[in-house]
């Protein structure tokens, strides 16, 4: 009978720093490095959008004065792309700008000059605050032909990379976590939206269609998601 592997594997949070200031840049790197992060630099914001959407990192460290794109129109793209925690910085003092960066979605804001243990600090509470420092190690699903790392929160299937929205990686690692057994919508509508979704259950059934789009060889004749009629939804793995 197939089963769902669990293992943990050691990592490193990855932070992607977005400062266009090389010294600063270097700084930065080298001390975040010190504390036992991986580091990817980017000097602009096309190529920061770039770096997030491949890498995925568990925080972005991002300016606000950048070359081609500046950071506040970084920030709005990715919040709305995704839940990666972002950190802002930047030389103006004004209490307009830290308001405008925290209203796109930005979850700390630091002004320059700035002690480099303040920094870090930050960057501690942040991980500690959205979940995404790991204690050494994280933990990866493999279902049949799926890969599911959830510390950096990517899917594979058949060793091709899928690109999956928030709730869709919440929803599949809710219905793999509970292989087997049959959950109405109404259970995953409160374990993936939480008590306070203001939707309906047409959400999951939306999401589902979606998720089966893409993991799904034939998403008409699903073998991993399968529906349970008058009840949800339950994930089998099958024999491949």
């Known amino acids: 009978m197939p089963l769902l ?17 090389p010294t600063l840049s270097e700084t930065l790197r080298y001390n975040l490095d010190r504390e036992g992060y991986s580091v990817l630099t980017a000097g602009d914001g096309v190529l920061a959008l770039e770096l997030a959407r491949r890498e995925r990192p568990d925080l972005l460290i991002l300016d606000v004065m950048l070359p081609r794109l500046d950071g506040f129109s970084v920030c709005r793209i990715l919040r709305q792309e995704s839940d990666v925690p972002i950190l802002m910085l930047t030389a103006r003092q004004d209490e307009v700008d830290r308001i405008a960066g925290l209203e796109l979605g930005a979850d700390d804001y630091v ?47 058949d060793g091709a990379e899928v690109a999956l929205a928030q ?23 409160e374990r993936v939206w939480g008590y306070d979704f203001a939707g309906d259950s047409r959400t999951v059934d939306v999401h589902i269609r979606w998720l089966r789009e893409k993991i799904e060889p034939d998403p008409s004749r699903p073998i991993y998601i399968q529906t349970v ?6 994930f089998e793995i099958p024999q491949l």
């Open 5 to 21: 592997m669990i293992r943990n594997t050691p990592t490193m949070p990855n932070i992607l720093l977005v400062e266009d200031d």
């Open 111 to 157: 002004s320059k000059p700035f002690s480099l243990g303040e920094l870090l600090a930050r960057v501690r509470a942040i991980m500690r605050r959205t979940d995404r420092q790991p204690a050494g190690s994280r933990e990866v699903l493999e279902a049949g032909g799926l890969h599911i790392d959830t510390g950096s929160r990517r899917a594979w299937r």
């Open 167 to 189: 709730k869709e990686f919440d929803l599949l690692t809710c219905l793999i976590r509970n292989r087997g057994m049959a959950l109405s919508r109404d259970v995953l509508l």
């Open 229 to 234: 009629r008058g009840v949800g939804y339950r």
